[in-house]
């Protein structure tokens, strides 16, 4: 009886959603309204979400197809974060106007710089199109049928759906196909940049600082959408308008406290909550670690670089920023899903739903099917990823692939197309070839030669042969392919017909790329991976449904699929480890204690230390009074006591336990009341595993405070007229 009791409450603990664990359809948000309400939220489900009036999902804009963001006025200004603006800073700009380093502010309308290629996404409205996305699905369909009529059905729907408007529509399947949900939308294509702080805000702590906390980055970068004289999205003009959302966000400036209800409204863009014990095993413990290694690798050679020149470090941030991001939250995912027990929590799980599906035809084996799929994928799996880790590490491979592809063409309209695009390529390679193949050989060779001695690269020397010499033969495969040498190079493309094919596919960078595509794109190979996924992909809609028919009670939440959600919690420290807690907020002070000036992502702005100084923080910081303590501090030499004094400080960040992910960045940290507090921007690094499952005393997500946001428009940047265009709101007196 006892053990009986033990097992449901393992159950509901860890199948039922945690507290604070979910990403909610905000159609759907009824459901949690009752808690959220007692979680102490002022507000309604429909002042978040309603089809007939302006709500707060009106504000919310899908950044791109990566991000999210919100309008805080009515005229088209809305707020994001840094790093998701990135490439649009950087893409404006040049030495002589560094807005990466030296930060952007628009003075006037007219200053906005126009992005191309940039798109902000209004929700319109969502519907459940379960019925009739699987309509004239017959019980015994294939699995292909079944694609085929679904792939049918939502082409009509959404035709139908957007017939005679500007919207687009799409479809998503939510717990793996069980239910579709229509999402009709409006995009908008003129989208300009307003302002960015310098990177030593808008980055600060940089990659040394990402993925924890405590944090001190200033996350945040604003654009303007501007439409037509209709307010309907249209490609840039200069004609255009500054676009009137139909709802922006208010600004709370009563700051937060411990405790305190928050909830993020964004687009997180995959979770895998459901998924087996097999699955977490191949991500936690086999994938992750072989990433984790290659890229240790990567990074070691381009951080030398970059610590050497600044044209080196910009010609190398954006692409560190990324391989790192990846590589430190794979760290955390692992050891947090190992700390948890997590393969053996799915393990224990899995065994009580084998136990309740054993009478139930259509559920009984469904897992030790998907214990088969994983079996058959996962070595396949790891070839694919040693070859998009490693093969692919250098550019030097990635270039061999382009080469590849024109050796194997055999017309001659596209072998000029060809010839021509890698030329242009070829002369911009080249440009500072000397200084970049000390990077990428080294990171050629030693991710090349890593892969070999895991016994994945056997094409290169058998298991005898001595490092030395396999290290030998890379270098040699550099220095001796005609890609690395830019007359021959040139020589080559310029006579290039398609008889050189044969003199191109005997360069040795050319063979060793194809052998090693060879081994992991193996057309078998490659047959039983697509056959096993399409199985997990069936199975996991089998089994998800089982898991909800065996515990009907819960409301369980899909995955992320990068459409619009909410996560919702409150304001928490953690303890990250014994002895640790973490203080749910930080502030300029601990700017101050990180700065330094000979560490590059530690560099503080002059501007921010005076006003640091001075205290100097406007109706942003904050003012504690402190009494009964007697104070020493020292004014020059001279030595001065008080009691009774006044604390002024500067929130920069706060954490919180809202579920979010990669897609949740730029995303409104919304109060109780629905109003802007901060930009959602990270996680940390002990909650990374949260993905795949969530454990509310370690996953926290990383915010920006919006008061530090708008004190670097104002006090910082001198852009007031910024914060004038925000409707800012004060509650409680201080
Ligand atoms: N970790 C955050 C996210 O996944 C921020 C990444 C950008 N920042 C960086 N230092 N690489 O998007
Ligand atoms: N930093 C992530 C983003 O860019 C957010 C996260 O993974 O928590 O969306």
Request: glycine share 6%.
């Given at each position: 009886?006892?053990?009986?009791?033990?097992?449901?409450?393992?159950?509901?603990?860890?199948?039922?959603?945690?507290?604070?664990?979910?990403?909610?359809?905000?159609?759907?948000?009824?459901?949690?309204?009752?808690?959220?309400?007692?979680?102490?939220?002022?507000?309604?489900?429909?002042?978040?979400?309603?089809?007939?009036?302006?709500?707060?999902?009106?504000?919310?804009?899908l950044?791109?197809q990566?991000?999210?963001?919100?309008?805080?006025?009515?005229?088209?200004?809305?707020?994001?974060?840094?790093?998701?603006?990135?490439?649009?800073?950087?893409?404006?700009?040049?030495?002589?106007?560094?807005?990466?380093?030296?930060?952007?502010?628009?003075?006037?309308?007219?200053?906005?710089?126009?992005?191309?290629?940039?798109?902000?996404t209004?929700l319109v409205r969502m519907e459940?199109v379960?019925?009739?996305v699987?309509?004239?699905?017959?019980?015994?369909?294939?699995?292909?049928?079944?694609?085929?009529?679904?792939e049918?059905?939502i082409a009509?729907i959404t035709s139908?759906a957007v017939?005679?408007?500007?919207y687009k529509a799409i479809i998503k399947p939510f717990?793996?196909?069980?239910?579709y949900f229509m999402y009709v939308n409006e995009v908008?294509?003129?989208?300009?940049?307003?302002?960015?702080?310098?990177?030593?805000?808008?980055?600060?702590?940089?990659?040394?600082?990402?993925?924890?906390?405590?944090?001190?980055?200033?996350?945040?970068?604003?654009?303007?959408?501007?439409?037509?004289?209709?307010?309907?999205?249209?490609?840039?003009?200069?004609?255009?308008?500054?676009?009137?959302?139909?709802?922006?966000?208010?600004?709370?400036?009563?700051?937060?406290?411990?405790?305190?209800?928050?909830?993020?409204?964004?687009y997180?863009?995959?979770?895998?909550?459901?998924?087996?014990?097999?699955?977490?095993?191949?991500?936690?413990?086999?994938?992750?670690?072989?990433?984790?290694?290659?890229?240790?690798?990567?990074?070691?050679?381009?951080?030398?670089?970059?610590?050497?020149?600044?044209?080196?470090?910009?010609?190398?941030?954006?692409?560190?920023?990324?391989?790192?991001?990846?590589?430190?939250?794979?760290?955390?995912?692992?050891?947090?899903?190992?700390?948890?027990?997590?393969?053996?929590?799915?393990?224990?799980?899995?065994?009580?739903?084998?136990?309740?599906?054993?009478?139930?035809?259509?559920?009984?084996?469904?897992?030790?099917?998907?214990?088969?799929?994983?079996?058959?994928?996962?070595?396949?799996?790891?070839?694919?990823?040693?070859?998009?880790?490693?093969?692919?590490?250098?550019?030097?491979?990635?270039?061999?692939?382009?080469?590849?592809?024109?050796?194997?063409?055999?017309?001659?309209?596209?072998?000029?197309?060809?010839?021509?695009?890698?030329?242009?390529?070829?002369?911009?390679?080249?440009?500072?070839?000397?200084?970049?193949?000390?990077?990428?050989?080294?990171?050629?060779?030693?991710?090349?030669?890593?892969?070999?001695?895991?016994?994945?690269?056997?094409?290169?020397?058998?298991?005898?042969?001595?490092?030395?010499?396999?290290?030998?033969?890379?270098?040699?495969?550099?220095?001796?392919?005609?890609?690395?040498?830019?007359?021959?190079?040139?020589?080559?493309?310029?006579?290039?017909?398609?008889?050189?094919?044969?003199?191109?596919?005997?360069?040795?960078?050319?063979?060793?790329?194809?052998?090693?595509?060879?081994?992991?794109?193996?057309?078998?190979?490659?047959?039983?991976?697509?056959?096993?996924?399409?199985?997990?992909?069936?199975?996991?809609?089998?089994?998800?449904?089982?898991?909800?028919?065996?515990?009907?009670?819960?409301?369980?939440?899909?995955?992320?699929n990068l459409t619009l959600?909410?996560?919702?919690?409150?304001?928490?420290?953690?303890?990250?480890?014994?002895?640790?807690?973490?203080?749910?907020?930080?502030?300029?002070?601990?700017?101050?204690?990180?700065?330094?000036?000979?560490?590059?992502?530690?560099?503080?702005?002059?501007?921010?230390?005076?006003?640091?100084?001075?205290?100097?923080?406007?109706?942003?910081?904050?003012?504690?009074?402190?009494?009964?303590?007697?104070?020493?501090?020292?004014?020059?030499?001279?030595?001065?006591?008080?009691?009774?004094?006044?604390?002024?400080?500067?929130?920069?960040?706060?954490?919180?336990?809202?579920?979010?992910?990669?897609?949740?960045?730029?995303?409104?940290?919304?109060?109780?009341?629905?109003?802007?507090?901060?930009?959602?921007?990270?996680?940390?690094?002990?909650?990374?595993?949260?993905?795949?499952?969530?454990?509310?005393?370690?996953?926290?997500?990383?915010?920006?405070?919006?008061?530090?946001?708008?004190?670097?428009?104002?006090?910082?940047?001198?852009?007031?007229?910024?914060?004038?265009?925000?409707?800012?709101?004060?509650?409680?007196?201080?």
């Amino acid at each position: 009886m006892k053990k009986i009791f033990l097992l449901l409450t393992m159950t509901a603990l860890f199948f039922s959603a945690l507290a604070d664990e979910g990403m909610w359809i905000p159609m759907l948000l009824g459901r949690n309204e009752a808690d959220m309400q007692k979680a102490g939220m002022r507000i309604t489900a429909k002042d978040i979400y309603d089809i007939n009036n302006a709500c707060l999902k009106d504000a919310i804009l899908l950044f791109n197809q990566g991000c999210t963001g919100e309008y805080v006025s009515d005229e088209g200004l809305f707020l994001t974060n840094h790093h998701c603006g990135y490439s649009y800073i950087t893409s404006h700009s040049t030495v002589e106007h560094d807005y990466l380093t030296n930060g952007f502010w628009a003075m006037s309308r007219s200053e906005e710089l126009p992005c191309p290629g940039l798109t902000a996404t209004r929700l319109v409205r969502m519907e459940d199109v379960t019925t009739q996305v699987l309509e004239g699905i017959s019980p015994d369909a294939t699995e292909s049928e079944r694609n085929a009529i679904i792939e049918r059905n939502i082409a009509k729907i959404t035709s139908n759906a957007v017939k005679g408007t500007h919207y687009k529509a799409i479809i998503k399947p939510f717990y793996y196909g069980n239910q579709y949900f229509m999402y009709v939308n409006e995009v908008f294509t003129d989208v300009r940049l307003v302002g960015a702080p310098p990177s030593n805000i808008g980055k600060f702590g940089g990659d040394t600082d990402n993925w924890m906390w405590p944090r001190h980055t200033g996350d945040f970068s604003m654009f303007r959408v501007y439409a037509d004289k209709d307010n309907k999205p249209a490609n840039y003009s200069p004609n255009n308008k500054p676009y009137k959302p139909l709802k922006f966000l208010e600004i709370s400036l009563d700051g937060i406290k411990e405790g305190d209800f928050t909830f993020v409204f964004g687009y997180p863009g995959t979770t895998q909550r459901y998924v087996t014990s097999d699955a977490v095993e191949l991500q936690a413990n086999i994938e992750n670690p072989i990433r984790i290694n290659l890229r240790t690798i990567r990074l070691k050679h381009y951080n030398n670089a970059m610590n050497q020149s600044p044209a080196q470090r910009l010609k190398y941030a954006s692409r560190v920023a990324s391989i790192a991001n990846g590589w430190k939250k794979w760290q955390g995912e692992t050891l947090g899903i190992n700390r948890l027990k997590g393969v053996e929590k799915k393990r224990d799980f899995e065994q009580r739903y084998q136990s309740w599906a054993n009478d139930k035809p259509q559920y009984y084996n469904v897992l030790s099917q998907l214990r088969e799929a994983y079996k058959k994928i996962t070595p396949i799996e790891v070839e694919l990823v040693y070859f998009q880790e490693a093969v692919r590490a250098s550019d030097f491979m990635n270039r061999t692939q382009m080469f590849l592809s024109l050796a194997n063409l055999d017309d001659d309209v596209s072998i000029v197309a060809a010839v021509n695009k890698l030329k242009n390529a070829t002369t911009n390679y080249f440009k500072d070839f000397d200084q970049h193949t000390v990077v990428d050989r080294a990171i050629f060779i030693e991710t090349y030669l890593y892969m070999w001695q895991a016994g994945y690269a056997p094409y290169l020397a058998d298991k005898s042969a001595s490092k030395a010499a396999v290290e030998k033969k890379l270098a040699d495969i550099y220095d001796k392919s005609v890609l690395n040498n830019e007359r021959k190079l040139m020589d080559l493309l310029n006579k290039y017909t398609a008889k050189s094919s044969k003199k191109l596919k005997s360069d040795p960078a050319l063979k060793l790329y194809s052998d090693a595509y060879a081994r992991a794109y193996d057309a078998q190979k490659i047959t039983t991976y697509r056959s096993a996924m399409a199985d997990i992909q069936r199975l996991m809609r089998t089994y998800v449904k089982g898991m909800m028919e065996m515990q009907p009670d819960v409301n369980f939440f899909p995955d992320a699929n990068l459409t619009l959600r909410v996560a919702y919690g409150h304001v928490e420290g953690f303890r990250p480890r014994d002895g640790v807690y973490y203080k749910p907020y930080s502030t300029l002070q601990g700017i101050m204690e990180k700065e330094n000036p000979d560490i590059y992502d530690y560099v503080v702005e002059p501007k921010l230390k005076e006003l640091y100084a001075f205290r100097d923080y406007g109706q942003y910081g904050t003012t504690t009074t402190i009494s009964d303590t007697i104070i020493t501090e020292m004014n020059g030499d001279q030595i001065i006591q008080y009691k009774n004094h006044t604390v002024k400080d500067m929130p920069v960040g706060f954490i919180a336990t809202n579920h979010t992910t990669g897609g949740n960045s730029g995303s409104p940290v919304l109060n109780a009341d629905g109003r802007l507090i901060g930009l959602n921007f990270d996680r940390c690094w002990e909650g990374t595993m949260s993905d795949l499952l969530f454990d509310p005393d370690y996953c926290r997500n990383i915010c920006l405070d919006i008061r530090y946001c708008l004190f670097i428009i104002d006090k910082f940047a001198g852009a007031k007229h910024l914060v004038d265009e925000m409707t800012l709101v004060k509650n409680s007196a201080e």
